[in-house]
C-alpha cells in the first residue's frame, strides 16, 4: 500500500515537471525513512543513506520505509499530499534543512569503526554521514600523498621476456596499502574490487596483470572519488625471488635450525661446567673437618697379646 502511494506520488512530481535538486550527498545514496527496524540498516523513525536499488527494492518495496524525495520544492508545494501517503512531513523537512543528520547503513547497530577517527568513544555520539564523508575524504589524502611519496613496486615471479609465472591482482596491491599502517584504510577501502589496472594493451580497466611492466591504476573511494596511481611490476626469476624473498616455510626452517644449534650449544655449555667442577672436587686436598671424620671411622688397633708364664720346674 504504502509502496504504491509513494510511486504515485512520485508520477504526480513527475507531471508536474519539476526539476531534481541535488543535495549536499552523493547521488548513488538516497535518503529513505524507515518505518520499522530492519536489522543493520536502521531503526524506525530514523533517515538512512541506502543505495537507491536496495531501498527501493528491498526497504520501501516491503513496506518497511519510504523513499525521501530528493525534489525539496515539490514536497514542500505538496505537503498536504504526501502527508496522505504516510511521508513524516516534519522529519523530512527537518532533512531538508539540516536539523536532522542522515544515518549510514547499519550505524545504529553497531559501535561504529570511526570513533578513533572523529575522536568519539562514547556509544551516543555515533557519528553521522557528514562524519563518515570527512572520515574518508582524510583518509584519501593520506593515501595519496604515500602513493606520490613512495609508488607501489611489486615482484613477482617471470620469465625472461618479463611473462608472470601467475598474475598481480588488487588484492596484491591492498596488501601493500596495508603493511605501510594507513590509519582507518579500512574504512574507504573495504574490497580489493575498489582498485583496478588500466591497460592499454586490452584498452580498458583490467582486474588482473599478467607481465611486468609500470600500469596506471586507480582505486575508486565511495563518496570521495577516484584516486590515480601508477604500480611498477618487477619481473624476478624464481631463483632470485627465493633468495630475495624466503617463503614461510623456509623462515620456520630457518628459526628451527637456530633453536636447535642454540639448544646444542646450551647443552654442551652446561656439560663442560659440570665435567669441571668434578675434576675440581677430586684435586682438592682434604680438609680438617674430612680428616677427624676419617680418624673417627678407623678401626682401634689390636692390644699385643701378653707372654705365656713360664712353666715351673721339677726336681730332677
Wanted: hydrophobic share 45%; no cysteine.
Amino acid at each position: 500500500m504504502l509502496s504504491s502511494a509513494a510511486s504515485i506520488g512520485s508520477r504526480m512530481a513527475a507531471g508536474l515537471n519539476l526539476t531534481a535538486k541535488r543535495f549536499r550527498h552523493t547521488s548513488n545514496l538516497y535518503p529513505t525513512y524507515m518505518l520499522e527496524d530492519v536489522k543493520n540498516v536502521g531503526k524506525a523513525g530514523e533517515i538512512v543513506m541506502l543505495r537507491a536499488g536496495y531501498a527501493r527494492n528491498f526497504i520501501q518495496g516491503t513496506n518497511k520505509g519510504l523513499m525521501v524525495p530528493r525534489d525539496e520544492r515539490g514536497f514542500r508545494l505538496h505537503q498536504s499530499v504526501y502527508a496522505q501517503l504516510g511521508f513524516p512531513i516534519k522529519t523530512i523537512l527537518g532533512y531538508y534543512e539540516g536539523t536532522v543528520e542522515p544515518k549510514s547503513k547499519g550505524e545504529s547497530f553497531r559501535t561504529s569503526s570511526l570513533d578513533g577517527l572523529t575522536g568519539s568513544s562514547s556509544a551516543s555520539a555515533q557519528p553521522t554521514v557528514a562524519n563518515l564523508l570527512a572520515a574518508r575524504s582524510e583518509i584519501a589524502r593520506v593515501l595519496r600523498a604515500s602513493l606520490q611519496a613512495n609508488p607501489v613496486r611489486i615482484s613477482a615471479a617471470a620469465d625472461e621476456k618479463g611473462a608472470l609465472y601467475g598474475s598481480v591482482s588488487p588484492s596484491t596491491v591492498l596488501d601493500e596499502w596495508h603493511r605501510r599502517g594507513i590509519n582507518g584504510l579500512s574504512v574507504a577501502i573495504k574490497h580489493a574490487d575498489q582498485i583496478y589496472f588500466w591497460s592499454p594493451d586490452e584498452g580498458g580497466k583490467v582486474r588482473k596483470v599478467k607481465s611486468a611492466g609500470v600500469y596506471k591504476a586507480g582505486v575508486s573511494v565511495p563518496m570521495v572519488g577516484n584516486i590515480e596511481f601508477e604500480v611498477e611490476i618487477v619481473g624476478t626469476l624464481p631463483q632470485a625471488l627465493d633468495r630475495a624473498q624466503p617463503t614461510a616455510a623456509a623462515v620456520r626452517r630457518a628459526a628451527a635450525v637456530a633453536e636447535s644449534r642454540e639448544a646444542e650449544a646450551a647443552a654442551a655449555a652446561a656439560a663442560a661446567a659440570a665435567g669441571e667442577s668434578t675434576e675440581t672436587a677430586a684435586a682438592a686436598p682434604p680438609s680438617a673437618a674430612d680428616s677427624e671424620t676419617a680418624s673417627a671411622a678407623a678401626p682401634a688397633p689390636a692390644a699385643p697379646e701378653a707372654a705365656a708364664p713360664a712353666a715351673p720346674k721339677t726336681a730332677a
